[in-house]
T-cell receptor, first 116, second 112 residues
Framework: KAGVTQTPRYLIKTRGQQVTLSCSPI?????VSWYQQTPGQGLQFLFE???????NKGNFPGRFSGRQFSNSRSEMNVSTLELGDSALYLC???????????????FGPGTRLTVT | EDKVVQSPLSLVVHEGDTVTLNCSYE??????LLWYKQEKKAPTFLFML????IEKKSGRLSSILDKKELFSILNITATQTGDSAVYLC????????????FGDGTTLTVKP
């Protein structure tokens, strides 16, 4: 079974631009979560989608948004990029059934975003 | 505020040693505790623990959860240089969100 895939793997953008990252979960997984990882802040939760609905959101500004499609693929968008947005963006999928939340999450390889 | 604290922050051992990594958590609506290993890439899943006192084992790695005292430990026996990594634990909530709160990780270095 193929793992979680993320595209692109690396990205360089300049301040003020916007960026869209993509995540394809493991086949059959309906829950996709996004995380930002930086050396100073560790892994920070961005948001989680299930069946095309955002179920929860972390403490990030409104410049960070996302969506999920009917095939469970998810995109994350960051508008008006700032230098501090440079990070590894990880998505994780899990096999959730309703509100069980007992299934483990599997991470994709991440997208390394550098903002100059 | 939900919080997950790992200790120690870093650890240096020699091959063959046994190590114990700690993870304590303070979260509302706790559902499960997850352990991950992260080398120079994305975290890879190790264990998920939902019940107290039941040890999960995979080769030289094992983990157990204490829901009364709100902590988990990850044991690695007969360590090898390939075990060198950052070990992350995360508390997953039971709310209608499944949000995971991660600790800062323990950096384990295994010397030959």
């Amino acid at each position: 079974k193929a793992g979680v895939t993320q595209t692109p793997r690396y990205l360089i953008k300049t301040r003020g631009q916007q960026v869209t990252l993509s995540c394809s979960p493991i086949s059959g997984h309906r829950s996709v979560s996004w995380y930002q990882q930086t050396p100073g802040q560790g892994l920070q939760f961005l948001f989680e989608y299930f069946s095309e609905t955002q179920r929860n959101k972390g403490n990030f500004p409104g410049r960070f948004s996302g969506r999920q499609f009917s095939n469970s693929r998810s995109e994350m968008n960051v508008s008006t990029l700032e230098l501090g947005d440079s990070a590894l963006y990880l998505c994780a999928s899990s096999l959730e059934v309703g509100l069980a939340f007992t299934y483990e999450q599997y991470f994709g390889p991440g997208t390394r975003l550098t903002v100059t | 505020e939900d919080k997950v604290v790992q200790s120690p922050l870093s650890l240096v051992v020699h091959e063959g040693d046994t190590v114990t990594l700690n993870c304590s958590y303070e979260v509302t609506n706790f559902r499960s505790l997850l352990w991950y290993k992260q080398e120079k890439k994305a975290p890879t899943f190790l264990f998920m623990l939902t019940s107290s006192g039941i040890e999960k084992k995979s080769g030289r790695l094992s983990s157990i959860l204490d829901k009364k005292e709100l902590f988990s430990i990850l044991n690695i026996t007969a360590t090898q240089t390939g075990d060198s990594a950052v070990y992350l634990c995360a508390a997953r909530l039971a709310t209608n969100a499944g949000k995971s709160t991660f600790g800062d990780g323990t950096t384990l270095t295994v010397k030959p």
